[in-house]
């Protein structure tokens, strides 16, 4: 069984030299009157390798889970979900990189990358919520954002407690980006020990809070560490102008 050491979180959404490519997170949201699962940094919605878009899968209020549909197109993914989905949460499983001391990273497996002296893995999780009361459920991720109160009855600048799951457990000393599609300046207070932070809703419709965090491993050839990037998102109540 794998140990886990835990790694300082690298929060702000910036990564450390020769890694800029894997600063991207993923987050889903409408799109062209469907849902579209975004990769990029901050506003930036950018093409990607379709295949890296593994799962999605939708939770009812009850929480019963469904497969949703993936659909692939070209440089995108839109998922079809049940009219009924009250949570859906999607998995990108970005691969294996490797780099040499020093060196740039490459898609490539330590194992096999000559010269390499560190390996990760990086997988991106998205959980969206769609309907109410899905405050304090957790969906057995490698890493997630958990609310801890209905983010659908709030409205823009109101406080969302919510609490970090790294592998089932809480984790402690994170600050998450309250903003992704914003100003990545506005960082909640670091988790207690529990996991939890409250975080203050910065927009007025889409809210996407974001981690990015390393999670060290003792014994796997290609992966010392897991790059994990987590999003939280959710539409506030908006009412059209007549």
């Known amino acids: 069984m794998r140990h886990w050491f835990l790694r300082s979180a690298l929060i702000t959404l910036t990564m450390s030299a020769g890694s800029a ?29 379709v295949h890296k878009v593994t799962s999605s899968v939708s ?29 859906l949460v ?3 499983d970005y691969g294996f990189y490797s780099r040499p001391a020093g060196g740039k990273w490459r898609e490539m497996r330590k194992s096999v990358t000559t010269g390499a002296t ?26 997630e954002i958990v609310p801890l109160a209905d983010p659908t ?43 939890k932070t409250i975080t203050t809703l910065r927009a007025s419709k889409l809210n996407v809070i974001a981690l990015e965090y390393d999670a060290h491993v003792s014994d796997g050839p290609d992966t010392d560490f897991y790059r994990y990037f987590a999003t939280l998102d959710f539409d506030l109540p908006h009412t059209e102008p007549e």
């Open 153 to 195: 009855s709030m409205k823009l600048g109101d406080k969302l407690p919510v609490q970090v799951l790294l592998h089932g457990k809480p984790l402690k000393g994170a600050r998450l980006t309250e903003s992704f599609l914003g100003d990545d300046t506005w960082l909640t207070e670091p988790t207690d020990a529990n996991g």
């Open 21 to 49: 490519a894997m600063a991207h997170g993923m987050y889903v949201a409408p799109r062209h009157g469907t849902l579209g699962v975004v990769v990029g940094f901050s506003t930036d919605d950018d093409a990607y390798p």
């Open 59 to 87: 939770y009812d209020a009850g929480g019963k889970p469904t497969p949703a549909t993936l659909r692939v197109h070209e440089n995108h993914v839109t998922i079809s979900a049940p009219a009924d989905t009250a949570a």
């Open 118 to 143: 560190e390996g990760l893995h990086a997988i991106k999780y998205n959980v969206r919520i769609m309907g109410p009361g899905q405050q304090g459920k957790a969906h057995d991720l490698g890493m």
């Open 90 to 92: 999607t998995t990108a």
